[in-house]
């Protein structure tokens, strides 16, 4: 098989996998949505989402491992570029690359860090902000558990600066996957950069709503 | 004007370099750079000393020899512009200037700013080629180019081999050089039979070179000075996935 050894193959994966993540992120900010319709809203829409365990199960297997194939190949893809080049320059200027292109590797294990840590809060319980519960109609209360974790500052602030970190991997990931994946010429190449960080910073913005919100207290029990 | 030259000088292959400082004293803005060299490495051999080893040939910006890193970047960072093309007007009486070899491992260091860019040709070795029957001149015009095709295919031809893309690349990889072939060959008919295995061959010749892999910094379309652009290395992905399926 030659896509898993060659170079070009190598980053066809990682782009493959990358755009599942993207997809992921999407329809992950369309569920926590939920939560500004108040209680009712997300409880219900947890709990439907658990309704259907083996469904549940497959699909954090299939995520689990598009998570596995992104990390391995971009670990070593980042080693063998290190590799080649030496970086022994006294004098180095970047004309075009940017803070996003240059620390993929950086913000993406960040953005790893961060979803440790956020199943271990909210799917695992394992962290000791979390208030498990039922709410009045015998549904698993996330509203809860969710306004109370995320009216600690501190862990509000982790949320926001995973977010940030996810807008620098994106910024530079999604004009990265178009390219690789071929899907680029002459004039989308500046519009799918900027485009690239305009989704980007939309997603970060969606995301950081729902802490803001509720250490603003706009969102309360 | 007077400027102060910071050099890389390495006495050979596998030796330690280190920069070394000269003044050039009296230099003409209408002179190129490789002329302001020349100056100054007059001057080193009358006092004695080795001079300055750096590649150039035709001096016209179209041989790709000339291969010298200024203040940080390939060639100096005059768009478009080869090192033997810049002249001194863009530099300021006073200014101190960096002059350092291409690095990165598949280039290594042979004398002072002189590199080893054979990996270079392997990549064109293993696949920049097409493959016909010799014997009597072919007719002009049998196998008709549309325009838009022939237009294509001359802007990646237009590289020249420098390796300034490489020098550019934070890892050191050779892929616009290796997609300006793939793309050139693979958009003429003549070309298009043997896309397939050439995009498997020359990249798989990049990687055995020691070049890094593309990230789509695009720092190389940046520093050439041919101006090659990264949509060819977006054509060559898509010749890669075409030939997955062959």
């Known amino acids: ?221 | 004007m007077n400027l102060t030259l910071h050099v890389w000088r390495q006495s050979g292959p596998n030796q330690p370099g280190k920069l070394e400082q000269y003044d050039a004293k009296n230099v003409s803005p209408d002179q190129s750079f490789l002329e302001m060299l020349d100056e100054v490495n007059e001057e080193l051999i009358k006092e004695g000393k080795d001079p300055i080893v750096f590649d150039h040939d035709c001096r016209e910006g179209i041989c790709g020899m000339c291969s010298q890193v200024i203040n940080g970047v390939p060639h100096g960072g005059q768009e478009r512009t080869t090192v033997c093309q810049l002249h001194m007007r863009n530099f300021n009486d006073g200014d101190t200037i960096y002059i350092e070899p291409w690095r990165a491992l598949a280039f290594p260091i042979v004398k002072d700013l002189i590199v080893d860019r054979s990996g270079l040709e392997k990549i064109m070795q293993a696949g920049g080629y097409t493959s016909c029957h010799t014997g009597g001149v072919a007719d002009g015009n049998a196998i008709l180019v549309p325009k838009v095709d022939a237009d294509y295919a001359m802007d990646a031809a237009e590289c020249i081999g420098c390796g300034a893309c490489v020098a550019a690349c934070p890892n050191g990889s050779a892929m616009l050089y290796t997609s300006a072939k793939v793309a050139q060959l693979a958009a003429l008919p003549q070309g298009k039979a043997e896309a397939a295995q050439r995009v498997c061959a020359m990249t798989d010749a990049m990687q055995e070179a020691g070049f890094g892999n593309c990230s789509n910094h695009y720092e190389c379309q940046a520093a050439c000075p041919k101006g090659i652009n990264v949509k060819f290395i977006a054509r060559l992905n898509r010749e890669y996935q075409k030939s997955l399926f062959k």
């Open chain 1, 1 to 221: 098989m030659r896509i898993l050894t060659s170079s070009v193959g190598r980053k066809i994966l990682m782009s493959i996998t990358g755009q599942l993540l993207i997809l992921f992120i999407l329809i992950h900010l369309i569920g926590n949505s939920t939560i500004f319709f108040g209680p009712n809203g997300i409880n219900a829409y947890a709990e439907h989402l658990h309704s259907l365990p083996p469904l549940v199960w497959a699909f954090r297997l299939f995520m689990g491992a598009a998570i596995a194939v992104h990390i391995c190949y971009g670990v070593m893809l980042t080693l063998e570029n290190k590799a080649a080049n030496p970086g022994a320059y006294a004098v180095k200027k970047n004309l075009k690359a940017s803070f996003a292109s240059e620390n993929m590797i950086w913000t993406g294990l960040l953005v790893l860090a961060f979803i440790v840590y956020h199943l271990l809060q909210f799917t695992v319980h394992g962290t000791p902000d979390v208030v498990v519960g039922l709410d009045s109609a015998n549904r698993p209360d996330v509203f809860r558990m969710v306004v109370t974790s995320f009216g600690n500052g501190l862990i509000a602030l982790a949320y926001v600066f995973a977010m940030i970190m996810l807008f620098l991997h994106l910024s530079h990931g999604i004009p990265s996957f178009l390219q690789t994946m071929g899907w680029n010429n002459e004039k989308t190449i500046p519009a799918f950069g900027t485009g690239g960080k305009v989704i980007s910073a939309v997603l970060m913005l969606a995301y950081i709503s729902i802490p803001a919100v509720i250490l603003a207290g706009l969102l309360k029990l």
